[in-house]
């Protein structure tokens, strides 16, 4: 994903923004997902 990134931002930095957009949603819900985890580990 990080490539598609780097490679529409040559072509269409729109796109590239939009990519991000999406790579940073993912992030967030996946650590979001893995906070209770990390919350009762200690």
Do not use: E
């Amino acid at each position: 994903m990080p490539l598609a990134v780097y490679l529409a931002l040559q072509n269409d930095p729109a796109a590239a923004i939009a990519l991000s957009l999406v790579l940073l949603a993912v992030s967030i819900a996946v650590l979001a997902a893995l906070r209770d985890r990390w919350m009762t580990a200690s």
